[in-house]
């Protein structure tokens, strides 16, 4: 299977500087193996878009699959109590 590209919105950089830095490095972890298996164990798909999210700990990893383009977007990483609000 080929390997993804992994790229973060904008607005990603403000949801890692909220996270303690012991988290956000699990995070990132977390973030670069879904370059090899983006659809893999822990990986749900969110009803109502077209997006996935995984668990990290207490934090939510929200992202899309681009597999024409064999891209991960990272859309949003949050606390697992607020980030599903994708407003």
């Known amino acids: 299977m080929a390997k993804y590209k992994v ?3 904008k607005s990603v950089t403000g949801d890692f500087k909220r996270i303690p ?3 956000v490095k699990k ?3 977390k973030i ?3 370059a090899e298996e983006p659809r893999g164990q822990g990986a749900v798909k969110l009803s109502g878009h077209n ?3 995984v668990r ?3 934090y939510r990893i929200i992202y899309e699959i ?3 383009e064999l ?3 990272v859309i949003k990483v949050g606390h697992r109590s607020s980030v599903y609000k994708l407003t």
């Open 21 to 23: 830095s012991s988290d």
């Open 66 to 68: 681009r597999d024409q």
């Open 51 to 53: 997006l996935f999210r």
């Open 7 to 9: 790229i973060f919105k």
């Open 32 to 34: 670069n193996s879904l």
């Open 56 to 58: 990290q700990g207490l």
């Open 27 to 29: 995070i990132l972890a």
């Open 71 to 73: 891209i991960i977007q």
